[in-house]
Nanobody, 112 residues
């Protein structure tokens, strides 16, 4: 079974940075699409960013464009989400999802 392990969350001040990691295991395909989602307390889950391995295309929600960058290290089967210029509105549990699986989530808290 495919498993995704998200990590890298934490407490950071406004304007700070974090890098989330999504380590994948249990798959054999060279092609995949992995996305990052987040859910803040009392709010619906929101798509943040995603990428496809075949053509390297990326997507960013308008709220994070210019601040977040998604990337991958195929040798490590890991997808990253570099988050810069963090704002309180970025607070939430971040999940990675793809390959028919979803990671357990990692909490990001941005304090003002």
């Amino acid at each position: 079974d495919v498993q995704l392990q998200a990590s890298g969350g934490g407490l950071v001040q406004v304007g700070g940075s974090l890098r989330l990691s999504c380590a994948a295991s249990g798959f054999t395909s060279d092609e995949y699409a992995i996305g990052w989602f987040r859910q803040a307390p009392g709010k619906e889950r929101e798509g943040v960013s995603c990428m496809t391995s075949r053509d390297g295309m990326t997507y960013y929600a308008d709220s994070v464009k210019g601040r977040f960058t998604i990337s991958s290290d195929n040798a490590k089967n890991t997808v990253y989400l570099q988050m810069n210029g963090l704002k309180p509105a970025d607070t939430g549990v971040y999940y990675c999802q793809g390959l028919g699986a979803r990671g357990q989530g990692t909490l990001v808290t941005v304090s003002s």
